[in-house]
């Protein structure tokens, strides 16, 4: 019995109490007694959106932040993207999120690098502006609510995955490596292309595939998934752009759909 002091009064930054017998968390501004309780690092699971969707508050450790890079919290997303080039890891994010032009290109120091965007959007200050990850960069985008979305992307070498989420436009170039798993990309335009250049459509959905050039060894290839539409080099076909696996069955790749490359 703390005398009506909320339990979060008792804690350090960062800690959350839980309850030794059943695993449950005490609220950070509960004023009930407690019993057989231990102070454990907080998991943020109790995470609330702030009104204005500018940011969340975690019920059990009264944190406010606008991102969180593996579990821990930030105050703002341009300070959690600093430490997520430099060390990796999975950035998560509680806000919508407008970088400015230079804070656009991430140069990384280490690690394999995850963004969750969790409902929320990126994008970057200037019409047509592009987040451009470095060349020895490896991406995955993911999104649990189907409404998270990133404006842009430049992939200029590197390696990008679409496990979930929504893509405007990506622009893949110099040797860049991409995987559609999932999500949805509106338009995807391939560009001076070299033979390290690899494109697989396994899933979602791709509303444009546009392929300017056409370089020996580079490689195209879709075993699932869906494509509206798509502009090619002069001289090939669909059939051939897609290694003859463009008889992909049970997808809108089917043959069925593109009477000329049939």
């Known amino acids: ?6 339990a979060g009064s008792l804690l350090a930054s960062g ?3 839980q309850n030794a017998d059943t695993g449950a968390y005490v609220e950070y501004s509960s004023t009930a007694d407690m019993e057989n309780v231990k102070v454990v690092k907080c998991p943020h699971s109790g995470v609330t959106l702030n009104a204005d969707n500018t940011g969340a508050e ?3 450790c009264g944190a406010s932040f606008a991102a969180t890079l593996d579990d821990a919290p930030y105050d703002t ?3 959690a993207i600093t430490d997520w080039l430099e060390n990796g890891g999975t950035l998560k994010l509680y806000a919508d999120y407008t970088a400015a032009t230079e804070k656009a290109t991430w140069t990384i120091v280490s690690g394999e690098h995850s963004i969750d965007l969790n409902g929320h959007r990126m994008s970057v200050q200037g019409d047509g502006s592009a987040f ?3 060349n020895n960069m490896h991406l995955t985008v993911t999104d649990g609510t189907e409404r998270g979305q990133i404006e842009n992307i430049l992939l200029e070498g590197g390696s990008f995955t679409l496990e979930s989420g929504y893509v405007c436009n990506l622009k893949m170039t110099d040797g860049a490596v991409v995987a559609l798993k999932g999500g949805s990309v509106d338009n995807l335009d391939v560009q001076n292309c070299s033979a390290n250049t690899n494109l697989s459509i396994q899933g ?3 509303g444009k595939l546009n392929i300017k050039d056409w370089a020996d060894g580079m490689h195209v ?3 699932g998934g869906s494509l509206g539409a798509y502009t090619l080099p002069s001289g090939k076909i669909l059939a051939d752009v897609l290694d003859h696996q463009y008889y992909a069955t049970g997808t809108s790749l089917d043959r069925q759909v593109d ?3 049939q």
């Open 1 to 6: 019995n703390f005398n009506d002091a909320a």
């Open 15 to 17: 800690y959350a109490f």
């Open 58 to 60: 975690c019920k059990y």
């Open 77 to 79: 997303i341009d300070a």
């Open 132 to 134: 451009k990850p470095t």
């Open 204 to 206: 979602g959905r791709l």
């Open 221 to 223: 290839s879709a075993t």
């Open 259 to 261: 009477t000329a490359a």
